[in-house]
Nanobody, 128 residues
Framework: QVQLVESGGGLVQAGGSLRLSCAASGRAFSSSTMGWFRQAPGKEREFVAT????????YYADSVKGRFTISRDNAKNTVYLQMNSLKPEDTAVYYC?????????????????????WGQGTQVTVSS
């Protein structure tokens, strides 16, 4: 069983930055693709970014490309999401997710159904 705990959310002005962290329990972290998703009020949860287990491959939603960066530290069992140039439309609850070990796909894992473990979410609010 993998447990994921997100942190780093908060209130920030448009144009500002936040860094989200997701701490994972379990030995399988270094073999698992990790992802970030978000859900805005009244909307469905959507893909934000994903990173392969080695960290060599990253993929982003078009809406965040060039502004957000996903990274991981396998020694610390932690994945990060650096968010820069934040916009009000980035306001959402952000969720960290882990796929089962060695699951992968060309172009990265971008579907919620490809992930097996989820964190509780952290709120990000961007004011205009």
């Amino acid at each position: 069983q993998v447990q994921l705990v997100e942190s780093g959310g908060g209130l920030v002005q448009a144009g500002g930055s936040l860094r989200l962290s997701c701490a994972a329990s379990g030995r399988a972290f270094s073999s698992s693709t990790m992802g970030w998703f978000r859900q805005a009020p009244g909307k469905e949860r959507e893909f934000v970014a994903t990173i392969s287990w080695s960290g060599s491959s990253t993929y982003y939603a078009d809406s965040v490309k060039g502004r957000f960066t996903i990274s991981r530290d396998n020694a610390k069992n932690t994945v990060y999401l650096q968010m820069n140039s934040l916009k009000p439309e980035d306001t959402a609850v952000y969720y960290c997710a882990a796929a089962r070990p060695f699951r992968s796909a060309n172009g990265g894992l971008k579907s919620q159904s490809q992930y097996d473990y989820w964190g509780q979410g952290t709120q990000v609010t961007v004011s205009s």
